[in-house]
């Protein structure tokens, strides 16, 4: 009689600990299936980039022209395209990478009606920024300053033209102004670049920085 209460006492004691152990983990379970537990959900959902440094990669394009007398007179307003990446959107310093080029119509003595002044160069920049956010919104405006190789070429020249080569390479010193807009992972941005340009052969009649330019463009793109 005794063996058997015991045993009876022991099989309660069995159902209140599971009871109780269950009791305890349902606000557990609970929680994994609708609290916001994840850390890259919250992330996510105030507009902070996966990567919390703050990387973006962008492309777009704009107009770019001369500055001196004679690569300013001899071409028209010109196109241009770019694509970036961009290190440390969200601190105050960061940097960027970017491959860009353009073309512009150019009317030397000896060039076809159709020639043009194809650039096309890599550059590196340090961006001094203010990251300033607003819930999910980036509001970044930035200066820069760097460094660059540009390799210019002249499509369709003539056997008399007036440039002393097809093809040259300089050196370039970048510098400039802008604004990026970020919402949600997309980013959008606008810069002016002025473009000292070094050590250039191609025009007889222009000195060594008789290429410097300036462009103007747009961006879209995406931070993460």
């Known amino acids: 009689m005794r063996l058997r209460q ?3 006492l022991a099989v309660a004691a069995m159902i209140v600990v599971v009871g109780g152990g269950r009791a305890v983990a349902s606000p ?20 902070t980039p996966v990567s919390k440094l703050g990387l973006a990669i962008l492309a777009g394009g704009g107009v770019t022209d001369f500055t001196q007398g004679t690569a300013r007179d001899e071409t028209h307003l010109g196109g241009t395209w770019d694509v970036r990446v961009l290190f440390g959107t969200r601190h105050w310093i960061g940097f960027e ?9 150019i009317e030397a003595l000896g060039l076809s009606s159709n020639s043009k002044l194809v650039r096309n160069g890599i550059e590196g920049a340090l961006r001094v920024q203010a990251p300033l956010r607003h819930q999910c919104t980036l509001l970044e405006p930035y200066i ?44 959008g941005d606008v810069r002016y670049t002025i473009r000292p340009t070094y050590q250039q052969t191609l025009l007889p009649n222009q000195g060594a920085n008789g290429l410097t330019n300036w462009d103007a463009g747009a961006m879209i793109g995406f931070e993460f």
Do not use: C, E, H
């Not at 970017?98 to 512009?104: K, L, N, R, T």
């Not at 050196?171 to 992972?185: A, E, Q, R, T, W």
């Open 28 to 47: 557990a379970d609970s929680a994994d299936a609708g609290g916001p537990r994840d850390t890259g959900q919250k992330r996510a959902s105030d507009g």
């Open 144 to 187: 820069l300053g760097g460094v660059g190789w540009n390799a210019y070429r002249v499509t369709n020249p003539g056997p008399t033209a007036s440039v002393t080569t097809n093809s040259d390479n300089t050196l370039v010193l970048p510098f400039g102004v802008g604004f990026m807009v970020g919402y949600k992972g997309f980013v």
């Open 6 to 8: 015991g045993m009876t």
């Open 97 to 105: 990478a970017s491959y860009i080029g353009s073309a512009s119509p």
